[in-house]
């Protein structure tokens, strides 16, 4: 089993719609998490992080659910520029000296 | 203020040679990440400096490829004897760590080189 599972999509949205998708973790002592963002020929940035208490950031809300070892992206009233792939990134107990595994990543296509 | 800088932007290099990749990470970041990523491919994780501790090499795909970080700041990753196999961007990330917040931990990435080995 992967360590970061993401469904890989696409996920074709309508512009406008609300999109929501997970990313599953197998540690369950992992201790950060967040969300980037990576558009076509270009490097990941930095999107949330994400807290246990979930947070929000305008559109973006990132929710934790560690009982069930997985964190979750939704964007609502999704916009054309939106359309990129989605990585989630977990950060790994101290004793692994803190390092950060990425997912493969969610497609969303936003679409007219 | 500055960014993670890598150079080249570009490289391209015949099958068989050696080619050294450059990145500067932002001042101040303990925490350094090589990654690689084949057109269409996610993230792959190369090799990971936190500090003075050893490297974590988990991610080299062979002996072929090694990196250094000199003075806990610039880093280099060398591969030796490239092959086709090898062309991909190779992307630099950097990140704060000993903050004590969550913050730190948070990467922020160079533009990438990318490699075409012909």
């Known amino acids: 089993r992967k360590e970061v599972e993401q469904d890989p999509g696409p996920f074709n949205v309508p512009e406008g719609a609300t999109v929501a998708f997970n990313c599953t973790y197998s540690?369950?002592?992992?201790?950060?998490f967040f969300w980037y963002r990576q558009d076509c020929r270009k490097e990941p940035k930095l999107l949330m992080s994400?807290?246990?208490s979930g947070n929000e950031d305008g559109r973006f809300t990132a929710q934790l659910n560690r009982a069930s070892q997985y964190i979750s992206l939704l964007i609502r009233d999704s916009k054309l520029s939106d359309s990129a792939t989605y990585l989630c990134?977990?950060?790994?107990?101290?004793?692994?000296?803190?390092?950060?595994?990425f997912g493969g990543g969610t497609r969303v296509l936003v679409k007219p | 203020g500055a960014g993670v800088s890598q150079s080249p932007s570009n490289k391209v290099t015949e099958k068989g040679k050696d080619v050294e990749l450059r990145c500067d990470p932002i001042?101040?970041?303990?925490?350094l990440y090589w990654y690689r990523q084949s057109l269409g491919q996610g993230l792959e994780f190369l090799i990971y400096?936190?500090?003075?501790?050893?490297?974590?090499k988990s991610g080299l795909p062979s002996d072929r490829f090694s990196a250094e970080r000199t003075g806990g700041s610039v880093s280099t990753l060398t591969i030796q004897r490239t092959q086709q196999e090898d062309s991909a961007v190779y992307l630099c990330?950097?990140?704060?760590?000993?903050?004590?917040?969550?913050?730190?931990?948070?990467?922020?990435f160079g533009p990438g080189t990318r490699l075409t080995v012909t």
């Open positions: 990330a950097s990140s704060l760590v000993f903050l004590g917040s969550r913050m730190a931990y948070e990467q922020y």
């Open positions: 540690n369950s002592a992992s201790q950060s």
């Open positions: 994400v807290y246990s």
């Open positions: 990134v977990v950060r790994g107990i101290k004793a692994a000296g803190n390092k950060l595994t």
């Open positions: 001042s101040g970041h303990t925490a």
């Open positions: 400096f936190q500090g003075n501790s050893a490297p974590d």
